[in-house]
């Protein structure tokens, strides 16, 4: 007896993902090799994109990043962030 509602909204996910892992490494003929240069690099950027209708426009993200040196001349590096966009369009 009850009513069936359905919307017309699209809920879009996506999922960025990378993990970069560099070296550089100096040869020797007759000694041993050392590493001179290098990074480990992981981001994660998952969002959420909600369509409420042709005009309004709703984003949730999340971005994380870690910057790792393999050497010790180099401080490692964290960052995080996240937050909601609102998109309104004013077009007809």
Do not use: H, W
Not at 2 to 17: H, K, P, Q, S
Not at 65 to 74: A, I, Q
């Amino acid at each position: 007896m009850g009513n069936t509602i359905i919307l017309d909204n699209e809920i879009e996910f996506r999922l960025n993902f990378i993990i970069r892992n560099t070296k550089t490494i100096q040869r020797k003929i007759d000694k041993e090799s050392v590493l001179t240069n290098g990074n480990y690099n992981f981001q994660l950027r998952p969002n959420i994109n909600y369509t409420v209708n042709n005009r309004v426009n709703l984003i949730i993200y999340y971005d994380r990043v870690v910057n790792k040196p393999l050497v010790s001349n180099s401080f490692p590096r964290y960052s995080s962030s996240f937050g909601a966009r609102l998109r309104l369009s004013l077009n007809q």
